[in-house]
């Protein structure tokens, strides 16, 4: 069955550090992979998404993730994390055909002064 | 594009009563999807709908859930005799077709009392 583990549910890291949160992903064919950030109260936004071909993709404010097949997985990274990206940060996966998504539980991202 | 917008953004219900939330999705878009939201389950997809014809409801509690797309511009999900159980973030998505990225809404917080 097709599944999406984050296995970090809080990440926290200084302003300006750089930044990656994990995602991997279980998929029997080729996947359609999203990540999106929900601030509070509100609902997801999308950050960016992979469609077969270039296995790096970039997203809005500074957001980049790769795809990576031998491992399953589809990270995301950040050169230099500002304190506006406190947020929960969610890696998702289409199944294709139907097009709905499946979640992980999500990584909640702490940004320290 | 005023985005995904659902309607009301806070229900409190009594235990037994029902309640109906309601999405209108981007203009223009032919797949509507909704998802709950749950501190322990996370983000759970129940059903969806193409061009207003559901697709997939196997996300769906068998009993006490419906949803219907009378017309593109509008969906609703009823609860029937609300349970404390059903509380949750209930989230509202459209896309412009499978596979792609979905637009949320900002959710429908449900309390049942």
């Known amino acids: 069955a097709q599944s999406v583990t984050q296995p970090d549910a809080r990440v926290t890291v200084s302003e300006g550090a750089s930044l990656q949160l994990r995602c991997k992903y279980s998929y029997f064919g080729t996947p359609y992979l999203f990540w999106y950030v929900q601030y509070p109260r509100q609902g997801l936004q999308l950050l960016l998404k992979?469609?077969?071909?270039?296995?790096v993709v970039q997203g809005v404010n500074g957001f980049e993730a790769e795809f990576s097949k031998s491992n399953s997985s589809f990270h995301l990274r950040k050169a230099s994390v500002h304190w506006s990206d406190w947020a929960v940060y969610f890696c998702a996966v289409s199944t294709g055909n139907t097009g709905k998504l499946i979640f992980g539980l999500g990584t909640t991202l702490q940004v320290q002064p | 594009n005023a985005g995904v917008i659902q309607t009301p953004r806070h229900k409190v219900t009594g235990k037994g009563q029902e309640a109906t939330l309601w999405c209108e999705p981007i203009s223009g878009h032919s797949a509507v999807f909704w998802y709950r939201q749950t501190i322990v389950q996370g983000l759970e997809f129940l059903t969806y709908?193409?061009?207003?014809?559901?697709?997939?409801d196997s996300g769906m509690p068998k009993e006490r859930f419906s949803a219907q797309m009378p017309n593109q511009s509008h969906s609703t999900l009823k609860i029937q005799s609300t349970q404390p159980q059903d509380s949750a973030v209930y989230l509202c998505?459209?896309?412009?077709?499978?596979?792609?990225?979905?637009?949320f809404g900002p959710g429908t917080r449900l309390t049942v009392l």
């Open positions: 709908f193409r061009n207003q014809a559901p697709i997939d």
């Open positions: 992979y469609y077969p071909g270039d296995p």
């Open positions: 998505a459209s896309s412009s077709g499978l596979g792609v990225e979905q637009y």
